[in-house]
């Protein structure tokens, strides 16, 4: 948590402890990677989006919304 507290993205952080690629997050959660990737960059997302990435990345989806 000290890389999402220190202002990195909290998607990108979670998803590269998990080990997981962007491809790997996006067939688990439903999303394109190539969103991922942008939303990773800062493209801001919905509340339907950070569940489904919160669901696949098995965190609180508090954790996405509280460090956007």
């Known amino acids: 948590l000290k890389r999402i507290d220190d202002g990195e993205n ?23 990677p190539n969103h991922i990737s942008a939303i990773e960059r800062g493209m801001s997302y919905g509340l339907k989006s950070a ?9 609180a989806v508090d954790v996405l919304l509280e460090r956007r």
């Open 10 to 32: 909290a998607v990108r952080v979670v998803r590269q402890f998990r080990l997981m690629t962007q491809r790997e997050l996006g067939e688990r959660s439903g999303i394109r």
């Open 51 to 59: 569940k489904r990435l919160a669901d696949a990345l098995d965190i």
